[in-house]
């Protein structure tokens, strides 16, 4: 309850905020962008104290008690102005029946994905969290008590360079009492609904269009490009292939790279099991809707805003804050070219904005952004994305990968860019300003790569495609128009959205039905044991598995967490991973390893076993048994080689 409690605190202080901050607007835009407000207080203002408090529950109640005396200095300073009393001027019905459906979709999903308890005790995920949500666990629940700057529980040590402050959502709950599987869904639900309910805000003050609006959500979240073609194929030559979508690994028509199919579904494989993804888009939706309104009113105050939203950006999500970079670039050189009067004006307005956010985003790159990708070599020149095999040569066409990835919405953003109707130059400026910034993303992500695994240039691109979709479903209802007394018109437009959808429909469908277990009784009852009786700053010896409990339910440190996340994170785990192994096969001989990494456990499972040849008569003999359930063992080393369970 307390968890709730400290949520609700700051989602109420962020409302209050934006509603002194932004007090012209409609009540239902400043309900939004108050609750992306108070989950950004929530991520920060804990963590600024941490500095000085470490990560604990009187961080969190210094941290809500900012965020009060934030938002009732800006309410009395406010005092006098106007209050827009109207929620919003688009239709009810048009945000009630696209996001209510959607948030009860990922409420769905959050459930059913983050360690949903199964009859037989065990602790079970969907298909798309089973190989991420270890991670997002392991750091929500480390930083407990942790000091600041925090580093790896997978690599006692490391700072923590990947961006963190999304999982600390959920540390903030524990910290107040809630339930960990509680937390993450409570908290990913909401995300999730902001960031549906904010791209609908956005998609209509872009085209004030209902059917542009709907077009471009249900672009935006059933996407999955032509994959279907080759799911189709296969169910013509094997009629169990359409079974297979929905009972194998991976099947689906959006991520097979095999076939070189990688456009992945934005609600399956981005936001529910990348929560660091999901926090960024919950900060970058309201970002882009602050630049589009502070450019079309050249309001300095919606750039200071702006600026100081954006510089909050880089450790909740780095990709998310380097794509509002460039879009911003972009939309600040296409209304330097296109004014025609106070460019002057226009460009101190960026620069104000530019300022703060690089004042506020400094720090934060310098600490923890910048050393990890320059250290781990992950910069680097690769073009086409995850199309180049490595050696320079594209797998498929340039053209024909991009269509049968994204789908033939590809074909239509150049045109869409470009549209707009006479005695409209507002909404056409708009778009071709969303464009050139979508350009420089696209353009960046397909010659930079930014991390050991291509593959997440994804983030850029996606952000590039949410950008570009206003302006692609107002294109759509006017092309629509234009068509008008064609025979075939509906039929085109019904083959054009199946085309569009049926892939990621196909996604969403089996998403609903996977179903793994990623803990079972022992290994959950053994991190039960560890989190009550060990002190929070204990190392425990374990294996490399990504399922590891010790880590993930626990929050315990371990000597090397697995290489699938340290690796991609661009970090060098080869001498902890050498000492791991010789701990675990050659104990006797480890002295003076069980003292420099301060183990004073040891957690001896099947995958130990499996992965490396322990020496387990040692841990009996030297150590203390102290739980013993299946195949899984914990040993306590207290006064081993000198070592210490206390903390």
């Known amino acids: 309850m307390g968890g709730v409690l400290i949520l609700g605190g700051f989602l109420a202080c962020g409302v209050a905020l934006m509603d002194a901050l932004l007090p012209g607007r409609y009540r239902l835009t400043r309900l939004w962008l108050g609750l992306c407000a108070g989950l950004i207080e929530m991520m920060w203002l804990p963590a600024l104290f941490a500095f000085a408090l470490r990560f604990t529950l009187a961080a969190q109640l210094l941290g809500l008690g900012t965020a009060a005396v934030l938002a009732a200095l800006a309410q009395f300073l406010s005092r006098s102005a106007f209050r827009e009393r109207r929620w919003t001027d688009m239709p009810v019905w048009l945000p009630l029946a696209l996001v209510v459906p959607f948030a009860i979709l990922c409420g769905c999903l959050q459930y059913t994905h983050i360690l949903r308890p199964g009859t037989d005790g065990a602790l079970y995920v969907g298909q798309s969290t089973y190989g991420d949500l270890c991670l997002h666990l392991g750091i929500a629940t480390s930083l407990r008590g942790a000091s600041f700057p925090p580093t790896y529980s997978l690599l006692p040590g490391a700072l923590l360079g990947y961006p963190f402050l999304g999982d600390s959502l959920v540390t903030s709950m524990l910290l107040g009492g809630s339930p960990l599987a509680f937390s993450f869904v409570l908290t990913g639900t909401l995300m999730m609904a902001l960031v549906g309910l904010g791209f609908v805000i956005l998609c209509w003050d872009l085209t004030k269009s209902r059917a542009a609006t709907v077009i471009a959500f249900v672009l935006m979240f059933i996407n999955g490009g032509l994959g279907f073609i080759y799911a189709l194929d296969g169910i013509g030559r094997d009629a169990t292939a359409f079974r297979e979508i929905f009972t194998g690994f991976y099947r689906t028509p959006t991520n097979q790279p095999a076939l070189n199919l990688r456009w992945v579904n934005v609600i399956c494989d981005m936001m529910i099991p990348q929560r660091t993804l999901l926090a960024g888009w919950t900060v970058l ?277 697995t290489p699938s996340y340290l690796y991609f994170h661009g970090i060098d785990y080869t001498d902890q991973y050498q000492a791991l192994a010789q701990m675990l096969e050659f104990p006797a001989d480890s002295a003076e390893l069980f003292e420099k990494y301060g183990v004073g456990y040891a957690f001896i499972s099947s995958y130990e076993r499996n992965d490396f040849t322990v020496d387990e008569d040692w841990f009996r003999e030297n150590g203390q048994l102290v739980y013993a359930g299946g195949d899984v063992c914990v040993y306590a080393l207290d006064g081993v080689h000198g070592n210490s369970t206390e903390s």
């Not at 598995?545 to 929050?555: I, T």
């Open 285 to 561: 939706v309201p970002a882009l809707w602050l630049l589009c309104q502070a450019v079309k009113e050249r309001q300095v105050k919606l750039f200071v805003v702006l600026g100081v939203w954006a510089g909050a950006m880089p450790m909740i999500h780095t990709h998310s804050f380097l794509a509002l970079g460039l879009i911003s670039a972009g939309a600040m050189a296409y209304t330097l070219i296109a004014s025609r009067e106070d460019r002057v004006g226009a460009l101190k307005c960026f620069l104000v904005y530019g300022f703060i956010a690089v004042a506020l985003a400094l720090p934060q790159l310098l600490t923890w952004s910048i050393p990890q990708t320059v250290k781990g070599g992950s910069l680097k020149f690769r073009f086409n994305w995850v199309n180049n095999d490595g050696s320079g040569h594209l797998i498929d066409g340039y053209c024909w990968f991009w269509i049968k990835n994204v789908g033939l919405i590809w074909l239509a953003m150049i045109p869409a860019a470009l549209c707009g109707r006479r005695g409209e130059d507002a909404r056409q400026g708009a778009f071709r300003m969303l464009g050139l910034g979508a350009l420089c993303v696209y353009v960046v992500a397909e010659l930079i790569q930014f991390q050991p695994n291509e593959y997440d240039n994804n983030k850029l691109f996606y952000v590039a495609y949410m950008a570009m979709l206003p302006a692609v479903g107002w294109y759509l209802v006017g092309l629509w128009n234009r068509l008008r007394g064609l025979r075939w018109r509906a039929l085109l437009a019904a083959a054009f959205m199946l085309s569009a959808t049926l892939s990621g429909a196909l996604t969403i469908g089996r998403e609903l039905v996977s179903n793994y277990q990623l803990f079972n009784v022992n290994e959950i009852e053994a991190a039960e044991y560890i989190e009550e009786n060990t002190p929070e700053g204990a190392v425990v010896l374990t294996g490399t598995q990504h399922k590891n409990p010790v880590a993930a339910l626990a929050g315990r440190s371990i000597v090397c967490g």
